[in-house]
């Protein structure tokens, strides 16, 4: 009780008065009643920045429903398209339209224009508060459009107020900037939070990008993928992770993300890559580099990098799995298997012809030890990793908005799969020690993922590093989820049998009602309306794979966002929207450029997949903030009882 009435005290501090205590929870009560903001969820990005910018900007079709929503048959389909072109690029547009209109119509556009944006915005802000509102406002035309999308232009006086507004912005050469600023809104207002499943690293060029754009983002979460796990490891120096990272750079003709996006120097690398094959084709080391995209005179001496750095990392994880017996990955030692003099490899008691049999610096009597200068040559790397500053503050950014899962608003989200056993039961996994399962292994493995980082403790610190590898790779890893990466067999080995990585039973059980309804009571959700999503494995809809399990209890939203995997998937990703209304599901087509979809209107051309209708309405009361609201007024609520009863006196 002492407690409580200390707890009191501080909250008066704020709420000083009969009046004060009395308006705040009228004000949080009515927000209890307003719809549900709109969360959007995409996965598995991978680098494809131009893509990620474009569904950030038309929030998976939300903005053009939006559009639908406020003009229906008012405008053409032609004009609607043309003013959600306008949101997505209002910059690229205004360019484009000021080169083909005169001054005079283009005053013209100017009013048209921004009468059309303003109706937009003031629909996409009607779920929020005013306070909300005015915040998210950008500054230099906050007044402006706060005017605007709160005026009455059926009252007489005021449309007089409203137009002049509008035609002292076009005289005075603002028109543009306030359109931008409009548009910016909308974009803004439609999602009111981002998750983004997991995979935000490799294979496309421009995950720093991404990046950057998630760092300016206005609320959102992560949960981290095994992509972006190891670049984290990388990070923190670990050798085996930075070896992996570069070689998926290097593998995806993707090197200029190391050098140009985040500073690091790989002169060293290119010397020893050039001297120690110099006379080696490495035919096994071709690039999968996208045509248009990749300067084709530097592929040569990238295959050479490639080969150089998957070699040094074929070494690093030997070391890794000799310096822990307990991750059981014996079977993954392959480099002492290698037969030099006939160019054979033994796995599994099975003789297979190497494709490549130069090995220059791997000594057959010690051949997970690295050469000297392979030794070097990691040192300076690893330098270059921790000291790389863009690069760490991605990372911290990680860190601070990501996790292994997230419990959202009645759903699960997580990457890649909770594991199970053959039978459909949580896999038990021992890690340091102790065994863990479900919703704990997550959390231990987390605690560890964290501590390689922010750890001062040398030994705690360094357990953690290694523990990004293992999560990277390792075949009761949830975010991996197979029984082996068969990086090794795929380079070097023809038989195909040995590339296959069988998946974990999770992926056989996961469209079982009782198995969905399993593990989300082990994440503490047992509502029939909660859903799994998660990503990773991408869905092959060419197939005829579909990404909704389960009657809608869970969905895959990895589709192939990433163009490495469009041939496979036969669409260009998933991404999922959740209102007040439901859920919808898109399947997307591949987006072609920036250029062509403000020279011609186009939008990534999407199907809806699925459409899920909530039994009612959602508000916010229904929502993790409501649970949050509904606390604040109980406090409010105790504070005001006791300025009432005499037990707390009122201040001015």
């Given at each position: 009780?002492?407690?409580?009435?200390?707890?009191?005290?501080?909250?008066?501090?704020?709420?000083?008065?009969?009046?004060?205590?009395?308006?705040?929870?009228?004000?949080?009560?009515?927000?209890?009643?307003?719809?549900?903001?709109?969360?959007?969820?995409?996965?598995?990005?991978?680098?494809?920045?131009?893509?990620?910018?474009?569904?950030?900007?038309?929030?998976?079709?939300?903005?053009?429903?939006?559009?639908?929503?406020?003009?229906?048959?008012?405008?053409?389909?032609?004009?609607?398209?043309?003013?959600?072109?306008?949101?997505?690029?209002?910059?690229?547009?205004?360019?484009?339209?000021?080169?083909?209109?005169?001054?005079?119509?283009?005053?013209?556009?100017?009013?048209?224009?921004?009468?059309?944006?303003?109706?937009?915005?003031?629909?996409?802000?009607?779920?929020?508060?005013?306070?909300?509102?005015?915040?998210?406002?950008?500054?230099?035309?906050?007044?402006?459009?706060?005017?605007?999308?709160?005026?009455?232009?059926?009252?007489?006086?005021?449309?007089?107020?409203?137009?002049?507004?509008?035609?002292?912005?076009?005289?005075?050469?603002?028109?543009?900037?306030?359109?931008?600023?409009?548009?910016?809104?909308?974009?803004?207002?439609?999602?009111?939070?981002?998750?983004?499943?997991?995979?935000?690293?490799?294979?496309?060029?421009?995950?720093?990008?991404?990046?950057?754009?998630?760092?300016?983002?206005?609320?959102?979460?992560?949960?981290?993928?095994?992509?972006?796990?190891?670049?984290?490891?990388?990070?923190?120096?670990?050798?085996?992770?930075?070896?992996?990272?570069?070689?998926?750079?290097?593998?995806?003709?993707?090197?200029?993300?190391?050098?140009?996006?985040?500073?690091?120097?790989?002169?060293?690398?290119?010397?020893?890559?050039?001297?120690?094959?110099?006379?080696?084709?490495?035919?096994?080391?071709?690039?999968?580099?996208?045509?248009?995209?990749?300067?084709?005179?530097?592929?040569?001496?990238?295959?050479?990098?490639?080969?150089?750095?998957?070699?040094?990392?074929?070494?690093?994880?030997?070391?890794?799995?000799?310096?822990?017996?307990?991750?059981?990955?014996?079977?993954?030692?392959?480099?002492?298997?290698?037969?030099?003099?006939?160019?054979?490899?033994?796995?599994?008691?099975?003789?297979?012809?190497?494709?490549?049999?130069?090995?220059?610096?791997?000594?057959?009597?010690?051949?997970?030890?690295?050469?000297?200068?392979?030794?070097?040559?990691?040192?300076?790397?690893?330098?270059?990793?921790?000291?790389?500053?863009?690069?760490?503050?991605?990372?911290?950014?990680?860190?601070?908005?990501?996790?292994?899962?997230?419990?959202?608003?009645?759903?699960?989200?997580?990457?890649?799969?909770?594991?199970?056993?053959?039978?459909?039961?949580?896999?038990?996994?021992?890690?340091?020690?102790?065994?863990?399962?479900?919703?704990?292994?997550?959390?231990?493995?987390?605690?560890?993922?964290?501590?390689?980082?922010?750890?001062?403790?040398?030994?705690?610190?360094?357990?953690?590093?290694?523990?990004?590898?293992?999560?990277?790779?390792?075949?009761?890893?949830?975010?991996?989820?197979?029984?082996?990466?068969?990086?090794?067999?795929?380079?070097?080995?023809?038989?195909?049998?040995?590339?296959?990585?069988?998946?974990?039973?999770?992926?056989?059980?996961?469209?079982?009602?009782?198995?969905?309804?399993?593990?989300?009571?082990?994440?503490?959700?047992?509502?029939?309306?909660?859903?799994?999503?998660?990503?990773?494995?991408?869905?092959?809809?060419?197939?005829?794979?579909?990404?909704?399990?389960?009657?809608?209890?869970?969905?895959?939203?990895?589709?192939?966002?990433?163009?490495?995997?469009?041939p496979k998937t036969g669409i260009a990703g998933y991404t999922l929207t959740y209102n007040s209304y439901g859920f919808l599901l898109a399947a997307h087509e591949p987006f072609e450029s920036v250029e062509k979809a403000v020279e011609t209107g186009s939008d990534i051309h999407s199907e809806t997949v699925l459409v899920q209708h909530v039994e009612r309405r959602k508000t916010v009361a229904d929502t993790d903030i409501g649970k949050e609201v509904k606390e604040n007024i109980r406090q409010l609520e105790e504070l005001l009882h006791a300025y009432r009863i005499g037990e707390l006196a009122e201040k001015e």
């Amino acid at each position: 009780m002492n407690k409580d009435n200390q707890y009191l005290k501080i909250l008066s501090k704020q709420f000083t008065n009969v009046a004060t205590t009395a308006t705040e929870i009228i004000n949080l009560q009515s927000i209890l009643s307003l719809p549900k903001g709109t969360e959007h969820f995409l996965s598995d990005i991978h680098g494809e920045h131009e893509q990620f910018a474009h569904v950030l900007k038309n929030g998976s079709g939300a903005v053009k429903r939006k559009i639908d929503d406020e003009f229906g048959n008012i405008l053409s389909e032609r004009e609607k398209k043309e003013l959600a072109t306008l949101i997505y690029y209002p910059e690229e547009r205004i360019r484009m339209i000021k080169k083909q209109t005169t001054s005079g119509s283009l005053d013209d556009w100017y009013i048209v224009m921004i009468n059309r944006l303003i109706r937009v915005c003031k629909a996409s802000a009607s779920k929020y508060t005013r306070s909300k509102v005015r915040k998210a406002l950008p500054k230099n035309f906050a007044y402006v459009i706060e005017e605007l999308i709160t005026g009455r232009r059926d009252l007489g006086d005021q449309e007089a107020y409203y137009n002049e507004i509008i035609h002292t912005v076009i005289r005075l050469g603002k028109a543009p900037d306030l359109i931008i600023a409009l548009s910016k809104t909308i974009s803004r207002f439609v999602i009111d939070h981002l998750h983004i499943v997991g995979d935000i690293y490799d294979r496309g060029p421009g995950p720093h990008i991404c990046m950057d754009t998630l760092m300016n983002y206005h609320s959102v979460d992560i949960q981290w993928g095994n992509h972006d796990i190891v670049w984290m490891g990388a990070a923190t120096g670990e050798l085996t992770c930075i070896a992996t990272v570069l070689r998926f750079s290097a593998r995806y003709g993707n090197l200029a993300i190391l050098e140009d996006g985040y500073g690091i120097n790989l002169l060293p690398l290119f010397k020893f890559a050039m001297d120690t094959y110099k006379d080696d084709p490495c035919e096994c080391f071709r690039l999968h580099y996208r045509e248009g995209e990749y300067d084709l005179s530097n592929a040569q001496m990238d295959r050479k990098m490639h080969k150089a750095i998957a070699i040094i990392q074929f070494k690093l994880e030997g070391q890794m799995i000799k310096k822990h017996p307990e991750f059981l990955m014996d079977d993954r030692l392959l480099l002492d298997k290698i037969n030099h003099k006939y160019g054979t490899i033994r796995i599994n008691g099975n003789d297979y012809k190497l494709l490549d049999n130069n090995f220059p610096t791997i000594d057959p009597k010690n051949p997970y030890e690295l050469s000297p200068r392979e030794a070097e040559l990691m040192e300076k790397l690893k330098v270059a990793f921790i000291n790389c500053e863009k690069l760490q503050e991605h990372v911290r950014f990680l860190y601070r908005k990501g996790s292994l899962y997230k419990v959202y608003n009645n759903n699960l989200l997580f990457h890649g799969c909770v594991p199970l056993n053959n039978k459909g039961e949580l896999l038990e996994v021992e890690l340091c020690g102790h065994k863990f399962k479900g919703k704990a292994l997550y959390d231990e493995l987390e605690k560890l993922l964290r501590k390689g980082y922010y750890s001062i403790d040398p030994e705690e610190k360094q357990l953690g590093m290694d523990m990004h590898w293992y999560t990277w790779c390792h075949k009761n890893s949830p975010v991996f989820g197979k029984d082996k990466m068969a990086t090794f067999e795929r380079y070097f080995i023809e038989d195909k049998n040995t590339h296959v990585e069988i998946k974990n039973p999770y992926y056989t059980w996961y469209d079982k009602d009782e198995t969905v309804t399993m593990i989300l009571k082990e994440f503490g959700l047992d509502s029939l309306e909660s859903r799994i999503i998660n990503g990773h494995v991408p869905v092959e809809a060419r197939k005829g794979e579909l990404p909704v399990r389960c009657g809608g209890r869970l969905i895959v939203i990895d589709g192939g966002f990433s163009k490495a995997y469009q041939p496979k998937t036969g669409i260009a990703g998933y991404t999922l929207t959740y209102n007040s209304y439901g859920f919808l599901l898109a399947a997307h087509e591949p987006f072609e450029s920036v250029e062509k979809a403000v020279e011609t209107g186009s939008d990534i051309h999407s199907e809806t997949v699925l459409v899920q209708h909530v039994e009612r309405r959602k508000t916010v009361a229904d929502t993790d903030i409501g649970k949050e609201v509904k606390e604040n007024i109980r406090q409010l609520e105790e504070l005001l009882h006791a300025y009432r009863i005499g037990e707390l006196a009122e201040k001015e």
